[in-house]
């Protein structure tokens, strides 16, 4: 296997790992956030540590949840 050919499948494990990595938990946050719109506030968030944009949307589907539970304890 040539260099280029080394090269590519080294790019390709790297967008692959690199892509799930993005794609799990924005998945596990629209699962969350569907629950919410559909009234169901009985379910643990997962919230994921850090200063990125996944993390932040991660927290804020908490505040979220946690808001519309109270709304509908009201």
Not at 35 to 59: C, H, N, Q, V, Y
Request: glycine share 6%; no cysteine; charged share 20%.
């Amino acid at each position: 296997m040539s260099f280029s050919g080394v090269a590519l499948l080294l790019g390709f494990l790297l967008f692959y790992f690199i892509s799930a990595s993005i794609a799990k938990p924005i998945s596990a946050v629209e699962a969350s956030l569907a629950r919410i719109s559909d009234g169901d506030t009985d379910f643990p968030t997962e919230i994921i540590a850090g200063k990125d944009e996944i993390s932040r949307l991660t927290r804020a589907a908490g505040v979220l949840k946690q808001n519309v539970a109270e709304a509908y304890r009201l």
